[in-house]
């Protein structure tokens, strides 16, 4: 089940009308342009968490 964790980047990136904006900027980057490199160390994060949840399982 923790496995699932594993889709969240795939879906939040996947439907690119949900971020294809301009506004809010961040640090002069567009939202287009910073919710894509955020997903960057938050897929890690996830892919360590689920690393560690099925190693200890099997």
């Given at each position: 089940m923790i496995r699932l964790?594993?889709?969240?980047p795939f879906i939040g990136?996947?439907?690119?009308p949900f971020y294809n904006?301009?506004?809010p900027m961040?640090?002069?980057f567009p939202?287009?342009?910073?919710y894509q490199l955020a997903w960057v160390p938050l897929t890690s994060l996830l892919t360590w968490i689920?690393?560690?949840?099925v190693r200890n399982v099997e």
């Open positions: 964790l594993l889709l969240l990136l996947m439907i690119v904006i301009k506004e961040l640090f002069g939202f287009f342009y910073w689920v690393y560690r949840s």
